[in-house]
């Protein structure tokens, strides 16, 4: 298995648990008033637990409620398995409920700007600048996802007192806050790259951080999220958008690399990936959480003797994640995708050879010994089944394309399927679309004149070995952004700010369920039960039932 930074970090947070550690030449942290801030390995210790506070969120609540909410995929089930009470059916009708598994996890949150605040605290507060700017990063990170998925947010910048309640605060107050944090602290924080700074907060990371705070600026700073109107796009804030993510283009820090789109996202990647500004670190066995493979894999895939991963799988998969039909159409055209469909099982399934993630000519086989065929369109067994039921058979199983980008292999599958691939957050990709998003939309560039929408989606172009273009449009931008980051939870926040996120797409949600609520209130997510219960001074999100206990 791989190895990186995480595990280094696990042995110093061990070390730190024992008394009379001679390494760092103190006795239990408890017995000191004050924390030793001259000692590196003590405070990479203190700090471990907040960088990673988040890794088993992303590695699948947060992926269900990002990708079924989008056009990316839906939800099926098969005989009622995988319903789950609606957990995923129930994001792809955008008709959430307080309830949901899919969105149990805002206490991560909360709980992460705790244990940064305790952090900041120990090591002498805000004014031990570049010492405690990692926490102040982590912090502002689990604020931004607050704002992006509930809207109104506490503001949670100190530590509270036994029974203190903070209120949320509006949704552009908090976005002033994330900018005012980022915009102190960027200078206090690293700019190396390198495998001691990676899955961290350094410079880089909190750049690309507001890079994505100011692209979305009208989104968070409208009247109320129902108020946002991305065909009256007016953003206040691009020339800044554009002067990031110039800083992180000329400083030669990231490229897109030279490994292939596939092996970027395969279980061996990691700090080698010179496209990952900022990733989440994961490892079957040391840092375990990540399963995007079990939900999008092949329903009867452990039942064969040779998956299309190109080994025997020793557990189930799930399945129930499946690509819709309109997003599946992006993938279709081998022009504009190039490497990418090859992440995207589509019709007849080939086996993949399992070193370099690429398909070969061998036909994956069902469990009557005949090719798999997947097809695009998906067929319920009920026309408007809230359970979006498919069948539990092989032609239920097959209907709908699939993604193979986080790819499965069986070492780490048996390992309660938790895989060793690492997930980015942030990429180079993404500053140069971003960058071509923002000058199509009038921002202006001052340090680096030279880059156009053309030449900088042209590079996302060559790259993947896909066609090049002479001119591009935002609606084209749109759907290379839906390309190039699928998988990547960004494509909800995408449509969002595109104003596409109140389309009707598969299985025709609008007209075929009376579940499905497609208000521009759905924006954003219902406050869950647990955090109304802990904070009894919130109201649910508008839109939404109230919720009683």
Request: charged letters at 25%; proline letters at 5%; one cysteine or more.
């Amino acid at each position: 298995m791989k190895a990186n930074i995480k595990s280094l970090f696990s042995i110093c947070v061990a070390a730190t648990l024992i008394t009379g550690c001679t390494d760092l030449d103190v006795a239990v942290e408890s017995q000191y008033t004050e924390y030793p801030t001259d000692n590196e390995i003590a405070v990479e210790a203190k700090m471990a637990d907040v960088y990673y506070q988040l890794r088993g969120t992303f590695g699948r609540r947060y992926m269900e409620a990002m990708s079924l909410s989008s056009d990316e995929y839906t939800a099926v089930s098969y005989g009622g398995g995988w319903y789950d009470s609606g957990a995923y059916a129930h994001p792809s009708f955008h008709n959430f409920t307080a309830e949901d598994a899919t969105l149990d996890w805002m206490g991560n949150l909360t709980s992460g700007c705790t244990k940064a605040n305790q952090i900041i605290r120990d090591l002498g507060g805000e004014e031990a600048g570049s010492i405690i700017a990692p926490a102040r990063a982590m912090r502002a990170f689990f604020h931004f996802i607050m704002m992006d998925c509930w809207g109104d947010a506490p503001i949670l910048n100190k530590l509270l007192n036994d029974g203190e309640y903070v209120d949320r605060s509006p949704r552009k107050e908090v976005a002033e806050y994330i900018e005012k944090e980022l915009k102190e602290i960027i200078p206090q924080l690293t700019d190396e790259v390198s495998s001691n700074t990676y899955g961290k907060p350094t410079k880089w990371m909190a750049e690309a951080l507001l890079v994505k705070l100011y692209i979305n600026w009208p989104v968070y700073t409208a009247e109320s999220v129902d108020k946002y109107d991305a065909s009256a796009y007016s953003n206040p804030k691009l020339n800044d958008c554009i002067a990031l993510c110039d800083d992180i283009i000329k400083n030669g820090k990231f490229n897109l690399g030279s490994m292939t789109y596939q092996k970027k996202f395969g279980p061996d990647n990691g700090a080698n990936v010179e496209d990952f500004i900022y990733a989440m670190p994961y490892d079957t066995y040391t840092e375990k959480g990540l399963q995007y493979g079990r939900a999008r894999t092949w329903k009867a895939a452990k039942d064969v003797d040779m998956s299309y991963y190109g080994m025997k799988l020793s557990q189930s998969a799930g399945g129930y994640i499946t690509m819709t039909p309109e997003f599946a159409e992006l993938f279709e055209d081998a022009g504009k995708a190039g490497d990418r469909a090859k992440s995207v099982l589509m019709g007849p399934v080939y086996i993949y050879n399992p070193t370099t993630y690429e398909p070969t000519q061998e036909p994956a086989l069902d469990t009557e010994g005949k090719q798999i065929v997947l097809t695009k369109d998906i067929t319920l067994e009920t026309p408007g089944d809230p359970q979006i039921g498919v069948g539990d058979n092989l032609t239920g199983y097959s209907q709908g394309y699939r993604s193979v980008k986080f790819f499965v292999i069986d070492d780490d599958y048996r390992n309660g399927r938790d895989q060793s691939n690492d997930l980015p957050i942030f990429r180079y990709a993404d500053i140069l679309l971003t960058k071509a998003e923002a000058l199509l939309r009038g921002g202006i560039s001052t340090i680096r004149p030279e880059d156009t929408p053309v030449s900088l989606f042209n590079q996302i172009r060559s790259y993947v070995h896909a066609d090049e273009v002479t001119s591009v449009t935002l609606d084209e931008l749109y759907d290379e952004r839906g390309r190039e980051f699928f998988d990547e939870n960004w494509r909800r926040n995408d449509m969002i700010r595109f104003g596409h996120f109140e389309d009707e797409f598969f299985p025709h949600y609008k007209t075929g369920f009376s579940e499905a609520n497609f208000d521009k209130t759905r924006r954003i997510f219902p406050l869950h039960r647990d955090m109304l219960n802990t904070n009894p001074n919130w109201k649910q999100n508008p839109g939404y039932p109230e919720y009683h206990n």
